[in-house]
């Protein structure tokens, strides 16, 4: 190989067809044959072939599995068909390598096939010479090729896109509005990674650089679908979620139903979005063969790899199951008031691995998935928003109670926050000082009911305190009970100023 290489890029055609197993003697119209096997030989090796030479087998038989006395080079693939480049030991003597009668009756078709392009005659001689393993006119041709491809594809897009616009808009449905936007994108970066085969293979690059350019498109291409996957399921999301909010039925309960709808969508689509991201990835992989034999190897010792990983990425797994799990348990929504690490909150984000819990003040406190699964918290909203409060009043045991009922009935006649579902006063205890009243109301949200309870507690403070001069106000009593002690003869007992007390005797 290395004699045959050598050979033909210094135009020494007698050791070539040396390689070619062609004899001195032989008539001159095979040697004008054979020569021109030599130069679409090397001109298909050089462009379309990827090897190495410190690759080929030290045995002097050639590889065992290729078969006795032959060695196969390489494999070049052309529109589907399979082309191997063999040697095999020379029948005459004496014994040497040679190309075999199989890839030398190969080569006219592969060199149609992988040959120089239409537009390699017309360049002229200066810009043929080769620079860092690349023809000067194949260097200044790829940035175009790239900035062509890119072109190509907007303008194709741009029809594409107009046309499918128009089709959409005579619909009644949005959704499809929505597709042809959300496809745009990703179209245009499809569309240039499929303008740049054809380029490539216009250009006839060298082996190296050619696969390269082959898997960057091929890249992008993979990238440009899982893109459009993600915003596909977006597109299907946002229709999911526009269906649950023209669902009938009461308020409270279309709201509720939305909330649970809008969780397990989001949390479906982010799952879908993962799954989507790591097939393009480990599709992007397979492309290199260093990974391809990397994957192998893992596979080969699959049972200890798989316990490592399981064990050091256990609790990153368990967030993402957890977060497939609450998708569909949902004991939390998007939406729903909470209390959790004793704060309270509403439910803002869902993610595959924690939680984003917009507390009242302002403040994110971000909690891992697996705590909602795997600890007690407070969901206000789980099934209903409407809540009971209660308002403790502290007066004196005197307190006409009828009097605050009708105190009560008189705030909520014209109060908006309360849902008009429940309102009662009840006296809960008892001390030896106060006496508890207990106000009973109910809300539609739990914000509504946190301002009418303070809205309550104000006002029945004051009305406590204004009512027949405040004397139901708690006290606490000083002077002592009038005596019930009389005398058998029914005398009047004596007043505290009248009384004599008998001076107290040393001892």
């Known amino acids: 190989m290395a004699t045959f290489i050598d050979a033909a890029r210094r135009h020494d055609v007698p050791r070539a067809l040396a390689v070619l197993d062609v004899p001195e003697r032989a008539s001159a119209e095979r040697k004008a044959r054979a020569t021109e096997l030599v130069r679409e030989l090397d001109y298909v090796l050089a462009h379309s072939a990827r090897f190495e030479l410190d690759a080929l087998s030290d045995e002097p038989n050639g590889k065992p ?53 239409a537009l390699e005659p017309y360049v002229p001689a200066v810009l043929r010479q080769e620079t860092l393993g690349m023809e000067r006119w194949q260097w200044l041709a790829l940035p175009l090729a790239l900035l062509l491809a890119v072109l190509i594809a907007r303008l194709a897009i741009f029809l594409a896109a107009r046309a499918a616009a128009h089709v959409a808009a005579r619909t009644q449905a949005h959704w499809d509005d929505e597709l042809v936007a959300a496809l745009r994108s990703p179209g245009r970066l499809f569309a240039s990674a499929c303008a740049c085969f ?36 977006r597109v299907i999301s946002n229709l999911l979620e526009r269906r649950a909010l023209r669902a009938t039925g009461s308020v409270r309960d279309v709201a509720v139903r939305v909330r649970a709808v809008r969780t397990r969508i989001r949390v479906l689509r982010r799952v879908v979005s993962v799954v989507l991201g790591t097939l393009a990835g480990g599709v992007i ?141 009840h006296v809960t205890n008892v001390t030896d000082r106060t006496l508890e009243v207990r106000v009973l109301v109910s809300a539609d949200s739990g914000g509504k ?28 009593r000083l002077d002592g009970m009038p005596s019930l002690a009389r005398n058998s003869d029914h005398e009047r007992v004596p007043p505290s100023s009248e009384r004599r007390t008998t001076p107290r005797q040393a001892p």
């Open 65 to 117: 599995e290729d078969g006795a006395q032959t060695e196969t080079v390489v494999e070049i693939r052309a529109e589907g068909r399979v082309f191997p480049i063999v040697l095999t030991h020379a029948r005459s003597w004496p014994a040497r390598w040679v190309f075999s009668p199989g890839t030398l009756a190969s080569v006219s078709e592969l060199y149609r096939l992988r040959g120089p392009s």
């Open 198 to 233: 054809p380029l490539v293979h216009f250009m006839s690059l060298p082996a190296g650089p050619r696969l390269v350019c082959l898997r960057a498109a091929g890249t992008a291409g993979v990238v440009a679908l899982g893109w459009a996957g993600i915003r596909v399921a």
């Open 285 to 425: 992989l397979l492309q290199f063969e260093v990974v391809r034999q990397f994957g192998v190897s893992i596979l080969a010792s699959a049972g200890v790899a798989g316990i490592v990983l399981g064990l050091a990425a256990q609790r990153t797994l368990g967030s993402l199951i957890a977060g497939i799990q609450l998708s569909f348990t949902q004991p939390i929504s998007i939406g729903d008031d909470v209390i959790v690490e004793n704060e309270f909150g509403t439910i803002e984000e869902i993610t595959l691995t924690y939680v984003v819990v917009k507390v009242w003040d302002e403040r994110r406190l971000i909690v891992p998935m697996t705590r909602f699964l795997e600890q007690p918290f407070q969901n206000w909203t789980k099934t209903s928003s409407e809540l009971h409060g209660t308002v403790l009043l502290y007066a004196d045991f005197s307190l006409p109670v009828d009097a605050v009922r009708a105190e009560l009935d008189r705030l909520l006649a014209g109060d908006a926050r309360w849902d008009g579902r429940t309102k009662a006063v």
């Open 449 to 476: 009911l946190f301002e009418l309870r303070a809205e309550l507690r104000e006002r029945l403070l004051a009305w406590l305190v204004r009512y027949e001069g405040g004397r139901y106000l708690p006290r606490t």
